[in-house]
C-alpha cells in the first residue's frame, strides 16, 4: 500500500502545477518563475516514477500546458503536439542517453542535431497548396485556439510557400511547428516607445509576445514586433526528409525562418560540447533562450523510440541555469557610490540565479522602486544576465498578502548624515559631502581596480580599512603609505603588507590613460580616456583644456566636456592632482599627430579574441591605438576586423554571423606598418 504521505504530497504537486498552468498559459500572470516550477515539475515525476500506482490521468505529467481560452475557437491537432522531457546538468542528458540506448542499440552510433530551446509562444501553422490557412496555439497538446488572424500580422509568417518561387514545390497539405517570439532589441524599443507615450512598459518579451497573438483585435497584433523561428513539421501529404537536420533545410528552402547555429553532432559528447558553446553565448542570442534541444537526427529511430507520459524519448530539453527567478524581498539597503550617488539595493530571500546563490540585487534608484510600486515584502522577479550584478525586475502583485511596505527614500546620507540633494532633470541622488567616508572608500576601490591602475591586493575591504584608519585621506596618500602603516591592520602580516606596497609603487608606471580613467571623472572611462591621452601630455594639460577645445576630440560632447571642466574646477580635484604630481605619480603622453598626419589604423574598429602570439592583450591593444585604431570588447556592427587568436571564445560566433573579416597578428602587424588592408 502507497505510503498517504506521498499520496497526499503528489496530490498538493498536481493542484499547485495546475494553477501555475491556468495563471503562466491562460491568464499570461504567473506568480513564480519557469525554474521553480520545474522544480515542483521534476519533484511530481521523480514520485510518480517511484510510485506509478498513484499516477493519474489529469497529472501535469500527462499532458502539456493549460486548457485553451474559451474566447478563441478551439483547434483539433492532427497529431499531438508534445513539450521535451528537462535535463538540468551534463549527468542527467547522459543518463537519458542511456535510457535510450537500452531500448534500442543504434542510439550509440546516431547522430544529434542541437537547437536553441526557444523562450515564446508555440504556434501550429496549416498550409494546403502552399497557402497558409489555419494557425493555433498548443492549448494543452491536443487542442489548441485559433489565432490565425493574428498569426497573419507577423510578417515574418510566410503566407504563400515556397517565399522564393525558385524554391522546392510545397506538399497538397503541410503542418509545421514554430516559437512566436519578440527578439530583445525589438523589445526594448517598444518598451522605449511605450514610455515616451506614457504607458506602462512590458516586462518579458515572451509574455509580450503571448498576450499580442492571444488577444481578439489584430490590428494590436500588428503593432508588436513578432517574429517566428520554425523547428518541424508535424504533418505532410509528401515524404519527408529522413533526418531532422533535413527538415531543417527543407524549412529554410520553403522560406519559413529558422534559428542560426543549429548543429549536427556526431555523438553525445559531441552534443554536449555543443550545447555548452550555446550556453557561453547565451548573452549575445537575439532571443531569449532558456536552454538548447538535444535530438535523435535519424526521424525513423526517433520515432521508435515513442514516447513517454507527455516527453518523445528522441529528444531532450537542456535546461540553462536560471536567470529569472522569483524570491521574497525582506529588505531595501541604501548605499553611497564614489561619485556620492545614492543607490537602493534589493535584500533578497537567498535564491539560486544562473547557478549562483543571490542575496542581494540592484533596484536601479528610487523612481525606479516608486513606478514599479515595490514593496518590502513583495515576491519580485529577479534577472541575471552573464556576469552582471542581478537586478530586480518588478514585483508580482498577485502574491501578495497586505503585510507588504512601502518603501520611503531616506532625505540624508546612510554613511555621514548629510542632507541629499537631486540634480534638476536627473534621477539620481547626491551625497555632495565630498568628505562623506562612503565616497572616499568608493573612490580608492576604482583607483586601484583592474584595468584602471591596477593594484593588487586593494579591494574594498582594504580600502575600508584604510579609510577607517585615517590611513587615507585621498587616493594620492596611496603612495605615502608605509610598510609600518600597513602592519596596523588587522590581517596584515609583513608579507602581505610588502606585497601590498609592490602593488602601490608599480601603479607610479601606469600610462597616462590608465591615470585619466583613475580619476573617476563621470562619464570617463577606458575608452574616453585613452583618447584624452593621445591629446594632452599629462594631467595639467587636461586641466587647462576649454570645454570648446575638449570637444575638438573624437567622441567628447557638450555633456562630457562639461564633467572634465566641472572636476578640475572644485578645489580638491586640484589640491588631488597636486598630490599625485608630488608623489611622483606623473606620466606623459605626447599628443598624437594632427588630423593632417595620416596613421594607419585610423578610423577602424579592432576586436581581440583568444591568446595573441607574441602579444599581450596589453600590448596589442596599445599598438593598435598608437597607429590610430580602437579597440572595442564586443562585437558589432561598427567592428572593422576580428584578431584571432589562439582558443578563440564565443566573440568569434558573433563575428561570422555579422559577416566582419578576420585576421590573425601578423596580418594585425602588416597593416599596423602600412603594408596591408
Not at 83 to 102: P, Y
Not at 395 to 411: H, I, K, L, T
Not at 502 to 520: D, H
Amino acid at each position: 500500500m502507497t505510503d498517504p504521505q506521498v499520496v497526499a504530497r503528489a496530490a498538493h504537486l498536481r493542484q499547485q502545477l495546475a494553477l501555475h498552468n491556468y495563471r503562466y498559459h491562460v491568464l499570461e500572470s504567473p506568480v513564480i518563475s519557469d525554474s521553480e516550477f520545474d522544480q515542483l515539475l521534476g519533484e511530481l515525476v521523480e514520485l510518480e516514477a517511484h510510485h506509478p500506482e498513484i499516477v493519474t490521468p489529469d497529472s501535469p505529467t500527462q499532458r502539456v500546458g493549460g486548457e485553451p481560452a474559451e474566447r478563441f475557437p478551439k483547434v483539433r491537432h492532427p497529431v499531438p503536439v508534445l513539450s521535451l522531457g528537462n535535463a538540468f546538468d551534463e549527468s542527467e542528458v547522459r543518463a537519458w542517453a542511456d535510457r535510450i540506448q537500452r531500448l534500442d542499440p543504434a542510439v550509440a552510433d546516431a547522430g544529434m542535431v542541437v537547437e536553441p530551446k526557444l523562450d515564446g509562444l508555440t504556434v501550429v501553422l496549416h498550409y494546403e497548396d502552399g497557402r497558409f490557412v489555419l494557425g493555433a496555439t498548443r492549448g494543452d497538446g491536443e487542442t489548441g485556439e485559433d489565432i490565425t488572424g493574428n498569426l497573419r500580422t507577423v510578417r515574418s509568417l510566410p503566407l504563400t510557400i515556397p517565399v522564393d518561387p525558385q524554391g522546392p514545390q510545397p506538399p497538397r497539405r503541410l503542418v509545421v511547428r514554430g516559437e512566436a517570439l519578440i527578439f530583445l532589441k525589438d523589445f526594448e524599443q517598444l518598451n522605449r516607445r511605450l514610455e515616451q507615450s506614457g504607458e506602462k512598459p512590458y516586462v518579458n518579451p515572451r509574455n509580450t509576445a503571448s498576450g499580442a497573438l492571444r488577444q481578439l483585435d489584430p490590428s494590436l497584433t500588428a503593432s508588436r514586433p513578432i517574429r517566428l523561428l520554425c523547428y518541424a513539421i508535424l504533418q505532410s501529404s509528401d515524404p519527408l526528409p529522413s533526418a531532422q537536420s533535413g527538415v531543417l533545410g527543407l524549412l529554410r528552402a520553403y522560406g519559413f525562418p529558422v534559428a542560426e547555429g543549429v548543429a549536427v553532432a556526431a555523438s553525445l559528447d559531441e552534443a554536449i560540447a555543443l550545447a555548452g558553446g550555446w550556453s557561453a553565448r547565451r548573452d549575445t542570442l537575439p532571443y531569449e533562450a532558456d536552454g538548447v534541444v538535444i535530438k535523435i537526427d535519424d526521424l525513423a529511430l526517433a520515432g521508435r523510440l515513442g514516447v513517454v507520459g507527455k516527453d518523445p524519448r528522441g529528444a531532450i530539453a537542456f535546461k540553462f541555469a536560471a536567470q529569472v527567478v522569483t524570491t521574497e524581498l525582506l529588505g531595501i539597503e541604501v548605499n553611497v557610490g564614489r561619485t556620492g550617488v545614492i543607490t537602493p539595493t534589493a535584500l533578497l530571500a537567498p535564491v539560486s540565479v544562473g547557478g549562483v546563490t543571490v542575496r542581494q540585487a540592484t533596484l536601479h534608484n528610487f523612481d525606479f522602486i516608486q513606478e514599479k510600486d515595490i514593496r518590502i515584502g513583495d515576491r519580485v522577479l529577479v534577472k541575471r544576465a552573464g556576469e552582471v550584478i542581478p537586478y530586480v525586475v518588478g514585483p508580482v502583485p498577485a502574491a501578495r498578502s497586505g503585510s507588504e511596505r512601502r518603501f520611503r527614500p531616506p532625505g540624508k546620507c546612510p554613511r555621514c548624515k548629510a542632507p541629499l540633494e537631486q540634480i534638476e532633470g536627473e534621477v539620481a541622488v547626491y551625497c555632495v559631502n565630498s568628505a562623506c567616508p562612503a565616497q572616499r572608500v568608493r573612490n580608492l576601490e576604482h583607483f586601484a581596480g583592474r584595468g584602471v591602475m591596477d593594484i593588487e591586493g586593494l579591494g574594498i575591504k582594504v580600502a575600508e580599512q584604510l579609510v577607517e584608519a585615517e590611513l587615507i585621506g585621498d587616493v594620492a596618500d596611496l603612495f605615502s603609505l608605509t610598510l609600518d602603516d600597513l602592519l596596523t591592520l588587522e590581517g596584515f602580516a609583513k608579507r602581505r603588507a610588502e606585497n601590498l606596497i609592490a602593488g602601490i609603487q608599480a601603479a607610479r608606471s601606469r600610462p597616462l590613460r590608465m591615470l585619466i580613467s583613475a580619476l573617476g571623472i563621470r562619464g570617463v572611462g577606458e575608452v574616453v580616456a585613452a583618447d584624452l591621452a593621445t591629446q594632452f601630455t599629462d594631467l595639467d594639460d587636461l586641466g587647462r583644456a576649454t570645454a570648446e577645445r575638449l570637444q575638438e576630440v573624437e567622441g567628447i560632447g557638450p555633456s562630457l566636456a562639461a564633467a572634465i571642466t566641472d572636476w578640475y574646477a572644485r578645489p580638491g580635484n586640484r589640491k588631488l592632482v597636486a598630490k599625485l604630481k608630488k608623489a611622483g605619480v606623473w606620466p606623459q603622453a605626447a599628443p598624437s599627430p594632427g588630423k593632417s598626419s595620416p596613421q594607419p589604423l585610423a578610423g577602424r574598429t579592432f576586436v581581440l579574441t583568444g591568446t595573441l602570439p607574441a602579444l599581450s592583450r596589453d600590448q596589442a591593444k596599445a599598438m593598435i591605438e598608437a597607429a590610430g585604431g580602437k579597440v572595442s570588447g564586443s562585437v558589432s556592427q561598427r567592428t572593422s576586423y576580428l584578431v584571432l587568436g589562439e582558443s578563440p571564445g564565443s566573440k568569434l560566433d558573433q563575428a561570422r554571423r555579422l559577416h566582419i573579416p578576420e585576421i590573425d597578428v601578423d596580418t594585425l602587424l602588416r597593416m599596423v606598418a602600412g603594408k596591408g588592408d
